[in-house]
């Protein structure tokens, strides 16, 4: 949790101008399709950042705060696959490309930066959409995530139950610090 907290305040400080957006409400969902059974879990528990000014961002997510249909998975995902207790927190730093708060239109936007999952950090291009109405931010993306990318290991006997990458759905409201 430390971790997670200290992002969210190298943020604040390196971004002193500009008007600050704070996540008032957050939703991430994963989405395993495998052959034998398909696996869903949500969060809304995630941190979040935007300075309008420089359009940089940064969240972060508390990966043992994921809900799913039954507490053996939660289980296997937390001890077995993601190792919470070393890897607590996703997070990511960047930037929405193409974004401007002169309309109130949903635009396509393109966020560039640094993904870390897993104790792995990638470069990442990650396609949404984000809308501005009546001083809130609406931010959505859907993407993927090959889970070797991040050193996720799945075992062989488990193959057909695990796809070797998950579908991510995010969406943000943010408000007015």
């Known amino acids: 949790m430390r971790n997670h907290i200290a992002l969210i305040l190298v943020l604040i400080a390196h971004s002193a101008m500009g008007q600050k957006y704070t996540l008032e409400k957050s939703k991430v969902v994963f989405f395993s399709d495998a052959a034998i059974e398909d696996i869903r879990a949500e969060n809304s528990k995630a941190l979040s950042i935007y300075n309008s000014e420089t359009n940089e961002v940064v969240f972060s997510i508390p990966i043992a705060q994921f809900n799913f249909e039954n507490s053996t998975m939660r289980v296997h ?77 799945i075992p062989q006997l488990l193959w057909q139950k695990i796809a070797e990458q998950v579908e991510v759905t995010v969406e943000f409201t943010f408000r007015p610090q």
Request: aromatic share 10%.
């Open 77 to 153: 995902f937390n001890e077995k696959y993601m190792e919470t207790e070393k890897h607590p927190n996703a997070t990511f730093q960047g930037k929405f490309n193409q974004f401007t708060f002169e309309s109130d239109q949903t635009q396509h936007v393109v966020a560039t930066g640094k993904l870390a999952i897993h104790g792995v950090t990638r470069e990442v291009e990650i396609p949404g959409t984000i809308q501005v109405t009546e001083q809130r931010i609406l931010a959505k993306a859907i993407f993927m995530i090959k889970l070797a990318d991040y050193n996720i290991k």
